[in-house]
């Protein structure tokens, strides 16, 4: 299982479509830490690789001296749970957090990245 994070994790970083549908599920879902008001509590969803692909390239025009930590990943039963330390900029503004993302992995692939941020001070 963690071979298949490595995979995911390596096709995210390179916005690679073909390599993010090799190893998640058609229906693929992206429950996001944070979201408009009406998005909320439960944050924006993004459906479907495109739509993780337009928000990786959205960051990369507006995300600055980006710097992850402290990534740790986990496999426990059909769920990847990966934790990680993240910071930079949005359009100029400081950010950082202790982050959590879950994987659900059915029938071998990666159906949905749920997030969780712990906003901390700069």
Do not use: C
Not at 79 to 89: A, K
Not at 91 to 100: K, L, R
């Amino acid at each position: 299982m963690l071979a298949l994070m490595a995979q995911f994790r390596r096709a995210y970083g390179n916005a690679d479509g073909d390599g993010l549908r090799a190893v998640v599920t058609d229906d693929f879902s992206w429950h996001q830490h944070a979201g408009d008001p009406l998005e909320l509590p439960g944050g924006r969803v993004l459906v479907g690789v495109d739509a993780l692909l337009e928000e990786v390239n959205w960051r990369r025009e507006h995300w600055t001296d980006v710097s992850y930590s402290r990534l740790e990943e986990r496999s426990a039963g059909d769920l990847l749970v990966q934790t990680f330390s993240i910071s930079g900029r949005e359009d100029g503004h400081p950010f950082a957090a202790d982050a959590v993302d879950l994987y659900p992995v059915v029938s071998g692939r990666i159906a949905m990245k749920d997030t969780y941020w712990k906003h901390r001070k700069q």
